[in-house]
Structures are given as structure tokens and as C-alpha cells.
């Protein structure tokens, strides 16, 4: 769901790590995307996303390439690395897909149900279905890209994962290589 890789030099080149889960709820809980009136004041800055009406913001010098959360209302926001989008606008477009699929698939809504049965702790309950989640995200930001020919997204993002190799994704998340050929998998379905 929350996608970080430091900046180029750092650790041999631009690798893709994935963080916990339970960073995206402390940032929710931070309450900085409070709706509609700071949205009117301009900040912060929401991008097009047409692959769902979810409010996408697009922010600067954050670690992350995209995660998807419920802001301090409970509304299903998106957020997305401006430096990403602007980097490489193919894989800006998969991310912003995926991050679509979190919230269509249900798994933002079933991490916050996670949060109120264990307490601070809700990466250990959804830890296990972490792997399949971002698998099932996968396939259906291929198929959402598929529908509209995109396939320089779905060639960018399956280039991201294969950079990882044999490694996981993030902490309990699919490797490198089990994302890469799920997407080719998927790309190649009906």
C-alpha cells in the first residue's frame, strides 16, 4: 500500500523498499488531509486520476511512491510522490491505479477494521494477508490499464518489480520477482 525507495546512490541505486503498514495509519491519524477546506486553500496540491474518484494529492519530498489511507474523516484518500509522477509518469500511472485497487478491493477498509480489534498493533493482525493484497492490487491496476491500452504503465511497473530480484517487496510482501510475474500474468488474462 505504501511505497518508499530512496533517493539514487543510496544502497547501490533506486531500490523500491516497502514499509509497514502501520506507518500509513500513524500518517492518517495525523489529520493533514482534514477534507474539503484545506483542499480550498490549495494545499495539498490533488492530481488527476482517472482510475477512480478517489482525491489523489501529490506530494514533494516524501519518501513514498504511493499509499492509499482514510484521511481523519474517514474518506478514502490517495497520495502519491510528486517526484514519481514527474520521474516516470508511466509507473506514476500503475501506482496511482494500484493504489485505486487498495481501496476497490476493500483492503484499506479491512486494515482499519484491524485497528480496532488489536489496538496499536494492526500491522501484526493484516500482516499475513499483506502478500496477497498487494498481488490482488496488482492485477487489478493491470487490468484497469489494460482497459485503456496503457501498456507502457503495465511494462513500467512489472521493470520496477523485477529490480528486486529474488528480494521481498517489503516486509511480509511478495518478491521482486512474484510481482513481476503476476503482472505478466495478469496482463496476459482476459
Not at 517526484?83 to 501506482?95: E, V
Not at 493484516?126 to 496503457?150: F, G, T, Y
Request: proline residues 7%.
Amino acid at each position: 500500500m505504501r511505497l518508499f525507495f530512496p533517493k539514487k546512490g543510496t544502497h547501490g541505486g533506486a531500490l523500491i523498499v516497502r514499509l509497514p503498514v502501520v506507518a500509513v495509519a500513524a500518517i492518517a491519524g495525523l489529520g493533514l488531509f482534514c477534507g474539503s477546506a484545506q483542499a480550498s486553500r490549495g494545499w495539498p496540491p490533488t492530481t488527476d486520476n482517472p482510475y477512480c474518484a478517489i482525491t489523489t494529492y501529490k506530494l514533494r519530498d516524501v519518501p513514498e511512491e504511493g499509499m492509499s489511507v482514510l484521511d481523519s474523516n474517514g474518506t478514502p484518500v490517495i497520495v502519491v510522490n510528486a517526484q514519481t509522477l514527474a520521474d516516470s509518469p508511466p509507473y506514476g500511472r500503475f501506482l496511482m491505479a494500484h493504489e485505486c485497487c487498495h481501496h476497490t478491493l476493500g483492503h484499506v477498509q479491512l486494515y482499519r477494521q484491524g485497528l480496532g480489534h488489536l489496538g496499536p498493533q494492526p500491522f501484526f493482525y493484516i500482516a499475513p494477508q499483506l502478500k496477497q493484497m498487494e498481488l490482488d492490487a496488482d492485477c487489478c491496476a493491470v487490468k484497469l490499464l489494460k482497459s485503456r491500452h496503457e501498456t507502457d504503465s503495465i511494462a513500467a511497473a512489472r521493470e520496477a518489480m523485477v529490480e528486486f530480484g529474488n528480494a521481498p517487496t517489503g516486509a511480509y510482501y511478495p518478491t521482486g520477482v512474484e510481482r513481476a510475474d503476476n503482472i505478466t500474468k495478469c496482463a496476459t488474462e482476459d
